[in-house]
């Protein structure tokens, strides 16, 4: 196939989406369908990698550009020899659409609770450019065939929320690169922590977030480490986040002697490894691929029931899952139960995450959206 990828950035240097994007088209590339990019920005490093179609976007405001990549986008793709199309961003003449960032209609309810901030943030031109694109993408363009959404609470919000009927949305998991991330990194896990100061037996937790540290839940992370009964533990914040107001709070809080901050981290999984426990609680996210690599790194994840990626953690098998950011007592509660396991119970905790992850490789999701794409192809067949 000839399959054509919308996606802004291309690269390997920016958040998650960007390195799905990336290692989707690595995977589809090695299973021998030629891959294009459509996008605004792409590494130089990866330029021999893919074909790639310039957008010409307009900085002018956020709205601009928002509208003007998507418009513009759209433009490409109903020209360009490409057999199948797929969206990882707003750009409403693809053949799926793949929801990398959720609905920002539900992001707005959880950002702004009032229901005046609410409205009035709605007539801001950069919100209002959002939802008019992601109705575009939802519910009125006539391309899209098909959503593609990472968990099932996304599936849930999108029926809910954009009104999107239950058979043209299908669930992926994310794939995670088991080259890079295996229980195999913890033989490092000794070194990582002396480098970081951690005496013999001292539990390191693990949080990690390149940014938006509030919506990642990190405040009441601090609040349940202060409550934590067990005084000895450790947590290690990585990311380029407001660190600075963190570390105010954290002496608030009498924790600053239990917090390290460390910048972001190109070999994150020598951090997963040496921790005893990885913990993202967020406020509402589609799918974080943190928990993924963390657990194929054989370290356990505490994260929120609102975040998408409790879909793939079993409560005290290979995980912990608290209804909300704001249950700061349970999560302090699972803090001190996981420091206080034995080692036996800790290398199960271990194994089991390690089996759980390995069935969500790049090459399994890959292969999945492959199917979607053959699927839609026909869909366009019949119709045509």
């Not at 970081?196 to 001292?202: R, V």
């Amino acid at each position: 196939m000839n399959i054509g990828i919308v996606k802004r950035i291309f690269s390997l240097r920016r958040g998650g989406s960007e390195r799905y994007c990336v290692n989707l088209t690595r995977a589809l590339r090695a299973m021998g369908h030629h891959v294009s990019i459509v996008g605004e920005q792409i590494d130089p490093e990866l330029q021999d990698q893919v074909d790639f179609y310039r957008v010409k976007v307009s900085h002018v405001s956020s709205w601009a550009k928002n509208r003007s990549f998507a418009r513009n986008s759209s433009e490409i793709v109903r020209t360009a020899p490409f057999d199948i199309t797929l969206g990882l961003c707003h750009s409403p003449a693809v053949d799926v659409f793949r929801v990398t960032i959720g609905s920002h209609r539900h992001w707005m309810d959880l950002r702004y609770r009032g229901r005046w901030q609410r409205g009035l943030q709605c007539l801001n031109p950069r919100h209002r450019a959002v939802l008019q694109l992601d109705g575009a993408m939802f519910r009125r363009s006539p391309s899209v065939r098909r959503i593609v959404v990472q968990s099932r609470l996304d599936k849930r919000l999108v029926m809910e929320r954009e009104q999107v009927a239950e058979d043209k949305i299908d669930v992926v998991y994310n794939g995670v690169d088991t080259t890079v991330f295996h229980p195999g990194v913890r033989r490092q896990a000794d070194q990582v922590r002396h480098e970081l100061g951690f005496h013999d037996g001292q539990p390191m937790i693990l949080f990690a977030s390149a940014y938006n540290w509030r919506l990642k839940g990190l405040k009441q992370l601090f609040h349940a480490m202060q409550t934590m009964r067990y005084q000895g533990a450790c947590l290690v914040v990585v990311g380029n986040g407001p660190r600075k107001h963190f570390a105010s709070l954290a002496e608030r809080l009498g924790i600053e002697q239990r917090v390290k901050f460390l910048d972001r981290q190109p070999r994150i999984a020598r951090l997963y490894a040496a921790a005893d426990l990885f913990v993202l609680p967020s406020v509402y996210e589609p799918f974080p691929n943190v928990n993924l690599e963390s657990m194929a790194c054989g370290t356990p994840v505490l994260t929120s029931a609102s975040c998408g990626g409790a879909d793939l953690v079993e409560d005290g098998v290979n995980g912990y899952v608290v209804p909300s950011p704001e249950a700061v007592r349970e999560m302090a509660d699972r803090l001190d139960h996981h420091v206080a396991l034995s080692q036996d119970q800790r290398a199960r905790m271990s194994h089991d995450c390690w089996e759980r992850a390995k069935k969500f490789t790049v090459q399994a999701n890959a292969e999945t959206m492959v199917t979607i794409f053959e699927q839609v192809l026909r869909e366009k067949s019949r119709a045509a």
